[in-house]
């Protein structure tokens, strides 16, 4: 099975962060907020014969409430899955060593509480408008494997 996080396009008039929290929330049925960057991941790929650049921000999360949905049709299952269990199920390096930056934040936050946190980087809202349409890997539709486990 492909497990990947969730992301997805930032909409006109919204942050990074705000993606986030929406994609989530949208692919996952949980709400969270925004504790801490991990960093980002830019890549490329085609559709329709065009070489298109992606950046995908992702962030350290706390769970605010919600019950684990996978409703979206972009999802074929969810799972909160143990922090150092998830570099494993992951299907991408990237991901992977963010999972493992996510693991020494949370390490951090439990032991020096939220002063061990870095701050946020400045995140100003969309102005332009996407030119791509939403693409899966040939490979099949993303899975997402994230969050605090039972």
């Known amino acids: 099975m492909l497990w990947s996080l969730p992301k997805g396009h930032i909409e006109m008039g919204e942050t990074a962060e705000q993606t986030a929290i929406r994609e989530v929330a949208e692919e996952t049925g949980i709400r969270g907020g925004v504790l801490a960057a991990l960093g980002r991941i830019d890549y490329w790929f085609v559709t ?15 769970f605010l409430g919600g019950e684990l949905s996978d409703d979206d049709l972009e999802v074929a299952e969810v799972a909160w899955v143990p922090i150092r269990e998830l570099p494993a199920r992951l299907a991408y390096a990237d991901e992977r060593r963010l999972a493992e930056v996510a693991d020494e934040l949370i390490d951090k936050l439990q032991s020096d509480g939220p002063a061990a946190l870095p701050p946020l980087p400045p995140s100003s809202p969309r102005r332009r408008p996407q030119t791509h349409s939403r693409t899966r890997h040939a490979d099949g539709p993303r899975k997402n494997g994230h969050g605090p486990g039972p």
């Open 48 to 62: 329709d014969g065009r070489r298109v650049h992606k950046t995908v921000h992702h962030y350290l999360m706390r």
